[in-house]
């Protein structure tokens, strides 16, 4: 398989993820926008370039990793939902209005991991398929077989909603098979469905869904009706109902054609007619209606009752019958499309059928041609899960006209995929009923197609009757059926050819045929018995290592009991050491705390102490530098006093002899000199010499109490 397409197929399955576990509250575009976010990291990573010069180098990055084309219009939109996203506290990612952009280097939320889950997940299918290819002893083909037939259901889908033409020419019916041999096994399954999921998913790149369109008519077509009934697969029945309850939620009304009563009535009476004899048809065609009858172990008389009762049971599914039809008859009857389906239909009375149901549908439409899936409000549902004469011939004439506009006809399965995508809010159950009908229709009508067409069944079965019916028994024919519905017969119309012209070599290649069918069935149980003896042998060995490990398991619960015993004996120790020390720490705390507080009070005691200290030592300072003032004042009181004496003795003044001696003005020199030259020097000194202030400081006697503590 192509890289690419493993690529798309691990994308669908991480796309089926994402939707499942994100509210698409930005649209249906949010799904796509983990990829880009991985798709910028590795552009950054591999490119080291921090923008582009258009949004397409983006693009080829994206096709790369995923392997799916993304318009860079729809990029463009993803990128700026991005930008407002993550350009917060500040702008990282910018995107212009000419296609380029610019993003600076920052992380995304990582899928690596889911990825990788991913990847495992396509890699268990691949093997799975492969297998499976063995087992049924089909020649080896590539498992992208199985990818391509998935998406040929989204091609079909797009058909209606972006006019896409349908490229994927895969009908593979081996893988078709496939599909169904996955429904034993649940996981196999799940992982096919994400596949069909996330394939479908890929629609919203070029289809933006708007509101339902609520008014809707659907016109119900034969098969349609028959597989409502349970006439059919039990598949196609659940894909009908399904559809209607859906419908019904959004106001859509159903209606049948009095036609089509009658042709499904025509129908039922011919099945009726040939119970017994369309035992090849019954076994080769799933969707036969003596096929549902055998399952629901219904006779003829039983099919005609349901046949009377047609028009209560649609009455109990809301379905209303159309009578008046005559106008539009009158017009299909001169259609092209009439003239058309008279050369591919199995009678004219069907092919009127289907030209009437398409000029109702024009009709209801107002005679417009409508290219936009929303606007139309009228559809001819048809289950293609059948197998009715040139159904695929029906289907591609009604495409064929004109792509661009869209068709009467829509299949019961697309119109639910349709309605899946333009309503996101659909829960994750009923989206996994939708993918499983889609899976279902899908396989069914891949493996339908490749079966002989019912005429030359029918034809094989009259000449049966008449050349060989009583040599075969009934294992032989079911062996036939089996053979034909397997298709391991080539030319079915050979084999009614020789039926005419030579009996005994028709007889021959029968019996021939059911010996290379017994043969094939018994190699196929060869290849089962050989992989069941493998899963035997792998059971043994298994069993072995197990009784092996459950031995080591022994041993290894002793050694943790052991060490369990040794654990708590550990524990208890270190909880006793664990108390001691808790102890020890409390008590250490204990005394590093008292003696905190005994340290802080002495800290407080000191500061207290110096502060007087300093008090004690400004108080003596100033009265030490004050005392020469007081020599001053006594020194002054003293010469005052004596002038004042000897003018009052008269010692100074009348003794002129005294007045003029030297006497005065030398007690004045000395006065002056004792004064000036020792009382305001030392004043002098004390006050404004640090050295002489500092010594006193230093030999003045501090009192026991204003000394720290230790």
């Known amino acids: 398989m192509s890289t690419k397409t493993q690529n798309r197929a691990i994308t669908y399955s991480l796309l089926a993820h994402i939707n499942s576990s994100r509210t698409l509250s930005g649209g249906p575009l949010d799904i796509f926008a983990p990829l880009v976010k991985k798709a910028l990291h590795v552009f950054l990573a591999e490119r080291k370039n921090t923008g582009a010069e258009n949004l397409s180098e983006l693009a080829e990055v994206i096709s790369e990793l995923y392997g799916i084309n993304m318009p860079t ?14 350009n917060e506290p500040e702008r990282r990612l910018t995107v212009y209005s000419d296609g380029s952009f610019h993003i600076k280097q920052f992380s995304f939320e990582d899928y690596d991991e889911e990825i990788s889950r991913c990847h495992d997940s396509y890699k268990q299918l691949e093997n799975k398929f492969n297998n499976f290819c063995y087992l049924f002893g089909y020649a080896e083909r590539p498992y992208s077989s199985v990818v391509d037939l998935i998406e040929k259901n989204r091609a079909s889908v797009s058909r209606y909603l972006t006019h896409e033409t349908d490229d994927i020419q895969s009908s593979d019916v081996i893988a078709a098979e496939f599909i169904n041999y996955c429904k034993k096994d649940p996981v196999s ?13 890929t629609c919203y790149l070029g289809y933006n869904p708007s509101e339902a369109r609520m008014s809707v008519t659907l016109l119900l077509d034969t098969n349609f009706v028959v597989s409502l009934l349970d006439l059919n697969t039990p598949e196609s029945t659940m894909t009908c109902r399904m559809l209607l ?12 054609m009095s036609d089509t009563i009658d042709e499904i009535r025509a129908l039922f009476s011919a099945k009726a007619s040939t119970f017994e004899s369309n035992y090849l048809s019954k076994a080769i065609y799933k969707e036969d209606i003596l096929n549902a009858c055998s399952r629901r172990k219904l006779n003829a008389a039983d099919l005609l009752r349901v046949s ?8 109990s599914y809301g379905i209303s019958i159309i009578k008046d039809l005559s106008k539009q008859r009158n017009k299909a009857k001169f259609s092209k499309e009439y003239e058309q389906f008279r050369t591919i239909r199995r009678s004219q009375s069907a092919a009127l059928h289907d030209a009437l149901a398409i000029q109702y549908v024009r009709d209801f439409r107002g005679g417009k041609r409508i290219q936009r899936f929303e606007d139309v409000n009228c559809w001819f549902v048809n289950n293609t899960i059948s197998h009715y004469e040139d159904e695929k011939h029906r ?15 829509i299949k019961a399965d697309d119109l639910l995929s349709i309605i899946w995508l333009s309503s996101p809010g659909i829960d994750i159950e009923q989206a996994n009923s939708i993918a499983e009908i889609g899976l279902t229709s899908l396989a069914a009508y891949t493996i339908s197609q490749s079966l002989p067409r019912k005429r030359v069944i029918r034809e094989l079965e009259e000449n049966i ?6 040599d075969l028994t009934d294992r032989d024919i079911v062996l036939l059926s089996s053979r034909i519905a397997s298709r391991q017969i080539d030319d079915i119309e050979g084999l009614n050819a020789l039926a005419n012209t030579d009996s005994t070599r028709f007889n021959s290649s029968l019996t021939s045929e059911i010996d290379k069918e017994i043969q094939r069935q018994e190699a196929i149980q060869e290849h089962y018995q050989k992989m069941e003896a493998d899963i035997q042998e792998v059971k043994k060995n298994f069993k072995s290592l197990e009784s092996a490990i459950q031995g080591n398991r022994q041993q290894l619960k002793e050694k943790e009991d052991t060490i369990q015993k040794l654990s708590k004996e550990k524990t208890e120790l270190e909880d006793s050491s664990s108390k001691r020390l808790s102890e020890s720490e409390n008590k250490y705390k204990a005394e590093q705390e008292k003696s905190q507080q005994l340290q802080s009070t002495i800290i407080a005691e000191n500061e207290r102490r110096q502060l007087q200290k300093g008090k004690y030592i400004d108080k003596k300072l100033k009265k030490w530098q004050n005392r020469p003032i007081l020599g001053i004042v006594i020194f002054l009181l003293v010469l005052v006093g004596g002038v004042l004496w000897m003018i009052r003795t008269g010692f100074i003044g009348e003794d002129q002899a005294f007045n003029n001696s030297v006497i005065i003005p030398v007690l004045i020199s000395l006065a002056s000199f004792f004064l000036d030259g020792y009382l305001i020097k030392l004043l002098f000194e004390r006050k404004n010499n640090p050295e002489l202030i500092e010594y006193f400081k230093k ?12």
Do not use: W
């Open 73 to 86: 219009p729809v990029l463009s939109t993803i990128l700026r939902r991005i930008a407002q996203e993550t």
């Open 189 to 201: 399954y799940d992982q096919l469905r994400n596949l069909y999921l996330g394939s479908m998913l």
């Open 245 to 256: 309850d859906v419908c019904r939620n959004l106001g859509y009304t159903f209606h049948v």
């Open 308 to 315: 009377d009762n047609l028009e209560n049971s649609l009455g």
């Open 395 to 409: 289907d591609s004439l009604v495409f064929s006209s004109d792509n661009s506009y869209q068709p009467e006809f």
């Open 465 to 470: 009757e008449k050349y060989s019916k009583e």
């Open 699 to 710: 030999n003045l006697c501090i009192p026991e109490e204003f000394l720290p503590l230790e």
